[in-house]
């Protein structure tokens, strides 16, 4: 059977989580195999994230972006290999020319992209992970959004996401049967508390407004319990802080702070307190995108101790990637791609943090949709942490029950401390 070519490329605009548009790109090769593609969106972006080209008037939607993948990307792409991904990505750059894709639109670039691999692996039989396997597939440890606050729910909490890490899980399935355990006994917990557990934020974690960010931290631990899990030991906590939110020129804004916010030093005084009391193992962002200073002794302090994960910090970018790896920042990268808009390049920053030492976790946005190719990809990739908000909204169990199906033809997992 010959090679299949990319015959026609076709565009649209559709609706993700928080009802905002976004792109959805279907390929369609010569042998009759057709694969499509979502495009997420995030609402706490960072400041160098590549460019989501969104229409400047009131509707805020994606017209321009489709058009761009109707008009200008198909016709570069049309007649080429659908397996040649590295080649494909590389016309796409090449054409957009641009450093951050603020030309064509990183949405409009990543949407072909995604599309072309679906369609590749379709057009070889196969499914998306096992078409990008390099050897080192397996299912990822979940890390589950449980509480939210920040951007994703209102401002009711500083931290934006309290996670749930299932570091006993053996399994894929184990950990997610633990984390739904917790979940339910979470929101009985609030409901108990007198809370609204009902209402939940943009990622499907609980969005009630505590008082203050320990007594999340207090809700979790309790809540690991009456689930029977023994917190430190079968689970833990992960934190996403999203700092740059909470970030200006005076410092770290926090809530009980009222107008007087902390420099650096003091505020990783304060995490050092929350880390002393509490079982967490992973923080992301817990400093601001630029504060550079700040995280290089956020790392020498809490390096060896704790998964320090840039999101807002590296944005998927090689070239922010390496300087964190130069400056002994962080020891693990969050991995969006939409953050950086194009497979062949989300895959190479994967790479670069394997050989540097830095773990990896796969993320989904919190605007997302029903499309699961993220559990494809941290499947394929091996990354071994996966990072899509919690277990309730259709949008995030896209993901967690596309893994349930690839577990059953390959249950090889990476528990806690493996990968
Ligand atoms: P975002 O949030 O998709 O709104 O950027 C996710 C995260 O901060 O990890
Ligand atoms: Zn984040």
Redesign the pocket.
């Known amino acids: 059977m010959g090679e299949s070519v990319i015959q026609r490329i076709h565009a649209r605009e559709v609706l993700d989580s928080r009802g905002r548009h976004t792109v959805e790109v279907e390929v369609h090769t010569s042998n009759s195999a057709w694969g499509r593609a979502i495009v997420p969106s995030?609402?706490?972006?960072g400041r160098h994230e590549a460019v989501e080209l969104r229409d400047p008037d009131s509707r805020a939607g994606v017209r321009q972006a489709v058009a761009n993948v109707l008009h200008l990307l198909a016709p570069a792409l049309l007649g080429q290999q659908v397996t040649a991904q590295r080649d494909l990505d590389r016309r796409m750059l090449a054409l957009d020319g641009t450093p951050n894709k603020s030309r064509l639109g990183a949405n409009a670039i990543l949407g072909v992209s995604l599309a072309c691999a679906h369609a590749a692996a379709a057009s070889r039989g196969q499914p998306l992970w096992q078409y990008l396997d390099r050897g080192s597939a397996c299912l990822p440890l979940p890390m589950v959004n449980m509480i939210s606050g920040g951007?994703?729910a209102g401002g009711n909490l500083d931290v934006?996401?309290f996670l749930l890490l299932p570091i006993g899980a053996r399994s894929y399935s184990e950990a997610l049967e633990m984390t739904i355990l917790v979940y339910r006994a979470l929101g009985r917990l609030l409901r108990a508390l007198g809370y609204e557990s009902a209402l939940v934020g943009?990622e499907g974690g609980y969005g009630p407004k505590l008082p203050s960010n320990e007594m999340a931290l207090d809700c979790l631990v309790q809540a690991m319990r009456q689930a029977g899990l023994q917190p430190g030991r079968d689970a833990a906590i992960a934190l996403?802080v999203?700092a740059s939110h909470l970030y200006s020129s005076q410092g770290y804004h926090l809530r009980e702070l009222g107008e007087h916010p902390m420099g650096s030093e003091q505020w990783l005084e304060h995490l050092a307190d929350w880390i002393r009391t509490y079982p967490i193992l992973s923080i992301?962002?817990a400093l601001a995108e630029d504060d550079w200073a700040g995280w290089r002794e956020l790392t020498s302090r809490f390096g060896k101790q704790l998964q320090l994960v840039g999101?807002?910090l590296f944005v998927t970018h090689p070239q922010r990637l390496q300087r964190g790896i130069d400056e002994g920042v962080a020891n693990a990268v969050?991995v969006?791609v939409n953050q950086i808009g194009t497979l062949t390049e989300a895959l190479d920053v994967v790479e670069q943090a394997r050989q540097a030492g830095y773990r990896c976790v796969v993320?989904a946005?919190?605007?997302e949709t029903e499309d699961p190719t993220l559990a494809d990809l941290a499947v394929a990739t091996g990354a071994g942490q996966i990072?899509i908000g919690s277990v309730a909204r259709s949008e995030r169990l896209a993901k967690y029950n596309q893994l349930l199906r690839i577990e059953e033809t390959l249950p090889r997992f990476a528990p806690w401390g493996t990968n």
């Not at 995030?42 to 972006?45: F, H």
């Open positions: 995030g609402a706490s972006t951007l994703h934006q996401d943009d996403d999203a992301e962002d999101d807002d969050l969006k993320s946005r919190s605007g990072k």
